[in-house]
């Protein structure tokens, strides 16, 4: 996974009341892989001051836009 800078496009008191939804897909099912990325979304929510309510994880190609857990977004 490369670092993706993802700079809000408003200032620090909006995005201290932002909350905002993780979500992690894989073409293929690695637990640990899974954990990484949302570690590494967790951090970067806390650290540019977000509240993270929730967490949607999918296994599945990104080819396919059939995804139960996208849709829910």
């Known amino acids: 996974m490369s670092a993706i800078s993802l700079t809000p496009k408003w200032g620090d008191s909006m995005a201290q009341k932002t909350r905002v ?5 894989l073409a293929h099912n690695d637990s640990m892989v899974m954990e990484c990325q949302k570690d590494y979304l ?3 929510a806390v650290e540019n001051g977000y509240t993270v309510v929730g967490e949607i994880t999918e296994v599945g190609s990104g ?9 829910k977004l």
Request: glycine content about 6%; overall charge positive; hydrophobic content about 40%.
């Open 42 to 44: 967790r951090c970067w």
């Open 21 to 25: 939804l993780i979500y992690c897909r």
């Open 63 to 71: 080819i396919q836009l059939d995804r139960p857990g996208l849709a």
